[in-house]
């Protein structure tokens, strides 16, 4: 069974970055398509960002140009780099396969933006 575990996240101000990290276990990581997903309060889970077994990438419309997600196959690891963060990104972020969730998924890191 896969475990996920994020990290990375955390308090900042408007403007601000944050790198973002999910490391999985298990062998299969390198073959699958791997996403980033967020829940704001209330709101339903979405994926955001999301990047195949071969590097190619997608993003949310409301966070094209601001966020970048990559991987590192040797370390089981998807990052995601995320600048000009505005208060409408604060949400609890996850990782799992993409475009549609395999894994149990971790629990989560929070990102909260705000002044």
């Known amino acids: 069974q896969v475990q996920l575990v994020e990290s990375g996240g955390g308090l900042v101000q408007p403007g601000g970055s944050l790198r973002l990290s999910c490391a999985a276990s298990?062998?299969?990581?390198?073959?699958?398509?791997m996403g980033w997903y967020r829940q704001a309060p209330g709101k339903q889970r979405e994926l955001v960002a999301a990047?195949?077994?071969?590097?190619?990438?997608n993003y949310a419309d409301s966070v094209k140009g601001r966020f970048t997600i990559s991987r590192d196959n040797a370390k089981n690891t998807v990052y995601l780099q995320m600048n000009s963060l505005k208060p409408e990104d604060t949400a609890v972020y996850y990782c799992?396969?993409?475009?549609?969730?395999?894994?149990?998924w971790g629990q989560g890191t929070q990102v909260t933006v705000s002044s």
């Open positions: 298990g062998s299969a990581f390198s073959i699958v398509a």
């Open positions: 799992n396969t993409s475009p549609m969730s395999v894994y149990s």
């Open positions: 990047i195949t077994r071969g590097g190619n990438t």
